[in-house]
C-alpha cells in the first residue's frame, strides 16, 4: 500500500485558453511556481426535508442534492511567464515584438488540469476543470523580489476525472504534458505617479488587484441541472495599492487635490515596469489614452503619513483607477 500514497509536494497544474466556454483544450501552460493551491473541488448544496409523520419523529425524511459550486484560488504564484495576466482583461492584442492585454472584450475561459502522483512518479488522480473564469487577479511586486500573482474566485462550469466507476469520469481525463518553463521571473524596475509628464512619486513597491465579480449562472438547460450554465462578468474594479518613497511635498499637494485639476476632475497617470531585462518586460500604465474629463485617471482614496524612525519617508497609498493596458515585450509566443 504504501507505493500507493499521494504526496502533496508532486503536483503540478497547467491551463489553456479554450476556444469554446465549456469544451476542454489541452493543458499547455502553467502559471507559475507555487507552494499550494485551493483547487475546485464540488461544493454540493445539500438539503434535508423533514415530511410530516412517518417513523422518524425528529429526523430529516429525505436529502435532496442541490447546485454544485466549482471555485478555486491560487495564491503568490511566482510569475514566470506573462501569459497570465491576458486572463483577467479579455483582449490580446500582437505587436512589433510582443502584445498588449486591454479590457476590450470578455474575459476568456479557461481549462485547467490538476494532477497528483504517488511517491513512485506515477500519476494517480487528474482532473480537469473547464469554462473556467478568473474572478479577481492580483499582480503585486517589491523592489528586490520577483512578481507574484494571485488568482481567486476562478469559478468553472463542469470538472472530470480519472476515476472510473463514480459520477464525473471522462476518459478522455489523461495527463497533460506539462512543458518545461526555462523562464525568468519579472523583477520590479520601477513605477512612478505622474500628472502631465511631471512626476510626483516615487514608487518601490505596487500591488494591482482586477475585479471582475463572476458569478455562476443556473440557467435552464439540457443535461445536468445542478452545474452552472453560464460564468456572467459584472462590474470591472481596479484597486491599486503603492508603497511611495516621499521626496517633497507634491505629493502631499496631490492628495489635497482629490483629483481635481485645471482640467476638472481628471485624476492622474500610473505607470510601472517589471523587467528580466532591458528587452523583456512588462509595462502596467492606467488609463489609456490622455486624461480628461471623460478619459478620468487614477484617484488616491486614502493615503496617511505617519511619523516613524525609519531613514526614509515612505506613504503607502490606495488608489482606484480605470482602462489599465497592459503592454508585453517579449520573446515568448502565445
Not at 507552494?35 to 454540493?44: G, K
Not at 419523529?57 to 501569459?83: C, N, P, Q
Not at 513597491?205 to 445536468?224: A, H, R, S
Not at 460564468?231 to 484597486?239: G, K, S
Request: proline fraction near 6%.
Amino acid at each position: 500500500m504504501a507505493n500507493d500514497i499521494i504526496t502533496s509536494e508532486a503536483w503540478e497544474c497547467s491551463y489553456d485558453v479554450e476556444t469554446t466556454p465549456g469544451t476542454p483544450v489541452s493543458a499547455t501552460r502553467i502559471l507559475g511556481l507555487f507552494d499550494r493551491a485551493t483547487l475546485a473541488d464540488p461544493e454540493i448544496e445539500m438539503t434535508p426535508f423533514y415530511g410530516a409523520g412517518g417513523y422518524q419523529a425528529r429526523g430529516w425524511y429525505k436529502m435532496v442534492r442541490g447546485k454544485w459550486t466549482l471555485t478555486a484560488s491560487f495564491s503568490d504564484v511566482i510569475m514566470l511567464s506573462a501569459h497570465p495576466l491576458y486572463l483577467p482583461f479579455g483582449t490580446k492584442t500582437e505587436i512589433s515584438g510582443g502584445y498588449t492585454f486591454t479590457e476590450a472584450g470578455r474575459i476568456p475561459s479557461i481549462t485547467l488540469v490538476a494532477q497528483y502522483w504517488n511517491i513512485q512518479g506515477e500519476a494517480q488522480l487528474i482532473r480537469r476543470y473547464v469554462g473556467g473564469k478568473v474572478g479577481r487577479f492580483t499582480i503585486s511586486c517589491d523592489e528586490g523580489e520577483p512578481a507574484k500573482i494571485s488568482l481567486e474566485d476562478v469559478t468553472f462550469l463542469d470538472i472530470q476525472h480519472n476515476v472510473p466507476g463514480i459520477p464525473k469520469y471522462d476518459a478522455t481525463v489523461t495527463a497533460p504534458t506539462i512543458p518545461c518553463v526555462s523562464l525568468e521571473p519579472f523583477y520590479f524596475h520601477g513605477g512612478a505617479l505622474t500628472l502631465a509628464g511631471n512626476e510626483f512619486g516615487r514608487v518601490k513597491g505596487f500591488k494591482l488587484e482586477i475585479n471582475n465579480n463572476v458569478e455562476g449562472n443556473y440557467y435552464w438547460k439540457t443535461g445536468e441541472p445542478f452545474m452552472p450554465s453560464y460564468i456572467q462578468e459584472h462590474q470591472r474594479e481596479y484597486v491599486m495599492t503603492v508603497r511611495v518613497d516621499i521626496e517633497d511635498n507634491a505629493l502631499f499637494e496631490e492628495i489635497l487635490r482629490a483629483g481635481e485639476y485645471d482640467d476638472g476632475f481628471t485624476g492622474f497617470a500610473t505607470t510601472f515596469k517589471l523587467a528580466r531585462s532591458e528587452t523583456d518586460y512588462i509595462e502596467i500604465t492606467a488609463p489609456t489614452g490622455t486624461l480628461g474629463p471623460c478619459n478620468q485617471g487614477c484617484f488616491i482614496r486614502k493615503g496617511k503619513l505617519d511619523i516613524v524612525t525609519d531613514p526614509l519617508v515612505t506613504q503607502e497609498l490606495d488608489i482606484l483607477c480605470r482602462k489599465p493596458q497592459v503592454t508585453v515585450m517579449t520573446s515568448e509566443t502565445y
